[in-house]
């Protein structure tokens, strides 16, 4: 993927200096608790301005998952929406790629990798906006 | 103050497809219902407390069709238990004292099909199939795989869901549907998000209900004691931090916190309780809620359920009027409605879906983002 131009699809994504994507989260600096994307204060302890920022890594397991075959007007389906346990520590939501959209081909716990693909696979209007997607873990 | 709080009229319109009515309208209706279930006027009400999630002043607009006598308005919205936060709002009013008569009235008009949220800040992309699903079918689906996952439910468990409410809505003339759908057609239907299919998912329609909240002294002074009905308990909980709650909404914790405090303020407890209607949004969330609400032990729902321990003639009868699965879900009107299907329960007034002997029924919806509440009501 060229780096040039590439911006983050949601508040999931960061850059790093080399602008290659990160999946991002928040450590609270309290109680140790992950959360994705940025924020401030911690909803688990109510510390505040305690957060640091981190990569919340690209391995995990699939927690719970749903495969959706009705969604809003334009949306491609089906696909499947995939809650994921962070092997680090943390959950996080994404689509995933590269499996059957078919609970037979899913299992609770399986392991999965973290894949950044421009967002424009899903969306034709979001070229040149990187997202994250997971698929079954790639070095398994 | 009164610390006996009642519910002296209650009652809903059917809920459908109204092309020409406002939500507005569809609160006069219903409060007209309620009023006249208890022989009260407009005039009579001191304080009024109305439900809507997609337009403000509802309430005073409402007054405007009905009478416009001045009174407090408030309107309140809480996604799915906006209703009965409308209800607990009137109950809170009537036991500080500030009043002793307020109506309570919940109304919606829906948009069709899947409801669609709003782009959220900080996402420069809409995240609906981008960052798996935000719709509601797909939500109630991954809670109910939350389900499957620790206890082996399974797709016809929760179908069988479907089958008992549409069971139970052949007998409620107020059910926007009123047709027995068998297992196989339960399954069969079109899949909207696994383990969800279509049967298995509440239908978006317009509608309102309303009930009428009393002091006891008032209740007394009119004379209504053979037909009021107490409100035993009144919970309202958000949403409590669980590790996944930010990217799945924990629904199980934030009911369990509601029936919790139900039954810790009502001082009884769960085998106390004749009958529930709960927040069956979708299939997989009723047989969660039979745990969050100790109707039975955590991973016992399903076998509940199959047991027919829920079905009307069983132990604790769930979901009689046919749930939110047959009657239909106008999001504003959904928590009253349900207080609607109690009152009449207790009142012994429920016709062919009369649960035996019911003294005291339970409540609950949740709204996601999240809000639930829970009541529970007592014949005296
Ligand atoms: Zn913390």
């Known amino acids: 993927?060229?780096?040039?131009?590439?911006?983050?699809?949601?508040?999931?994504?960061?850059?790093?200096?080399?602008?290659?994507?990160?999946?991002?989260g928040s450590r609270c600096e309290a109680c140790d608790q992950l959360f994705p994307g940025l924020r401030q204060h911690c909803a688990g302890c109510y510390s505040r301005d305690?957060?640091?920022?981190?990569?919340?890594?690209?391995?995990?397991?699939?927690?719970?998952?749903?495969?959706?075959?009705?969604?809003?007007?334009?949306?491609?389906?089906?696909?499947?929406?995939?809650?994921?346990?962070?092997?680090?520590?943390?959950?996080?939501?994404?689509?995933?790629?590269?499996?059957?959209?078919?609970?037979?081909?899913?299992?609770?716990?399986?392991?999965?990798?973290?894949?950044?693909?421009?967002?424009?696979?899903?969306?034709?209007?979001?070229?040149?906006?990187?997202?994250?997607?997971?698929?079954?873990?790639?070095?398994? | 103050m009164s610390d006996r709080v009642y519910v002296i009229g209650a009652d809903m319109i059917r809920f459908g497809r109204f092309e020409d009515e406002t939500p507005p309208?569809?609160?006069?209706?219903?409060?007209?219902?309620?009023?006249?279930?208890?022989?009260?006027?407009?005039?009579?009400?001191?304080?009024v407390y109305s439900g809507n999630c997609g337009e403000t002043m509802?309430?005073?607009?409402?007054?405007?069709?009905?009478?416009?006598?001045?009174?407090?308005?408030?309107?309140?919205?809480?996604?799915?238990?906006?209703?009965?936060?409308?209800?607990?709002?009137?109950?809170?009013?009537?036991?500080?004292?500030?009043?002793?008569?307020?109506?309570?009235?919940?109304?919606?008009?829906?948009?069709?099909?899947?409801?669609?949220?709003?782009?959220?800040?900080?996402d420069a992309v809409p995240r609906e199939g981008l960052v798996g699903s935000e719709t509601m079918p797909a939500v109630f689906a991954e809670m109910g795989m939350e389900h499957a996952r620790r206890f082996g439910t399974t797709l016809e468990q929760f179908a069988m869901v479907s089958v008992k409410n549409h069971f139970h809505s052949t007998m409620n003339p107020k059910a926007m549907y009123q047709k027995e759908t068998p297992l196989e057609e339960v399954l069969g239907s079109e899949m909207i998000a696994y383990p969800n299919t279509k049967l298995m998912?509440?239908?978006?329609?317009?509608?309102?209900?309303?009930?009428?909240?009393?002091?006891?002294?008032?209740?007394?002074?009119?004379?209504?004691?053979?037909?009021?009905?107490?409100?035993?308990?009144?919970?309202?909980?958000?949403?409590?931090?669980?590790?996944?709650?930010?990217v799945m909404p924990d629904l199980n914790a934030v009911t369990q916190l509601a029936a919790n405090a139900a039954y810790e303020s009502g001082g009884i407890g769960p085998d106390d309780i004749d009958l529930v209607e709960l927040h069956d949004c979708f299939a997989t969330a009723e047989i969660c809620h039979y745990e969050n609400l100790q109707l039975c032990a955590a991973g016992e729902g399903a076998n509940l359920l199959q047991s027919g321990a829920t079905t009307l003639g069983g132990k604790i009868p769930v979901n009689?009027?046919?749930?939110?699965?047959?009657?239909?879900?106008?999001?504003?009107?959904?928590?009253?409605?349900?207080?609607?299907?109690?009152?009449?329960?207790?009142?012994?007034?429920?016709?062919?879906?009369?649960?035996?002997?019911?003294?005291?029924?339970?409540?609950h919806v949740v709204g996601l983002g999240s809000a639930c509440a829970v009541h529970i009501l007592e014949r005296i």
Request: proline share 4%; glycine share 10%; charged share 15%.
């Open chain 1, 1 to 24: 993927m060229s780096s040039d131009a590439l911006k983050a699809a949601t508040q999931f994504v960061a850059l790093n200096e080399k602008s290659e994507p990160y999946l991002v």
């Open chain 1, 50 to 140: 305690c957060m640091k920022q981190i990569d919340l890594g690209t391995h995990g397991s699939l927690y719970s998952y749903t495969v959706v075959h009705r969604s809003y007007k334009g949306v491609s389906v089906p696909f499947v929406s995939a809650v994921v346990d962070m092997d680090g520590g943390g959950s996080i939501k994404g689509t995933m790629l590269n499996v059957p959209p078919d609970p037979d081909e899913l299992t609770f716990g399986m392991p999965l990798s973290v894949v950044f693909r421009c967002a424009s696979c899903i969306n034709p209007e979001a070229e040149g906006y990187v997202s994250h997607f997971f698929t079954p873990a790639l070095d398994a």
């Open chain 2, 25 to 47: 309208s569809l609160a006069a209706k219903a409060s007209l219902l309620a009023l006249d279930d208890c022989n009260v006027g407009i005039q009579d009400i001191q304080a």
């Open chain 2, 58 to 122: 509802v309430g005073q607009r409402m007054l405007q069709i009905i009478g416009q006598t001045g009174v407090p308005v408030a309107n309140v919205t809480n996604a799915c238990a906006t209703g009965a936060t409308a209800f607990r709002e009137a109950w809170m009013a009537i036991r500080a004292g500030v009043c002793d008569l307020a109506l309570a009235v919940g109304s919606e008009k829906m948009a069709k099909g899947v409801l669609v949220r709003k782009n959220r800040a900080g």
């Open chain 2, 201 to 246: 998912c509440s239908v978006n329609v317009d509608g309102s209900a309303a009930a009428v909240l009393c002091s006891e002294k008032k209740m007394k002074s009119l004379g209504l004691s053979k037909r009021a009905v107490l409100v035993k308990a009144s919970a309202l909980a958000s949403d409590p931090f669980t590790p996944r709650n930010t």
């Open chain 2, 320 to 363: 009689v009027s046919g749930g939110l699965l047959s009657k239909g879900h106008p999001l504003g009107a959904t928590g009253i409605a349900n207080v609607c299907e109690v009152v009449m329960q207790l009142r012994g007034e429920a016709g062919a879906r009369q649960v035996e002997n019911a003294r005291v029924g339970m409540t």
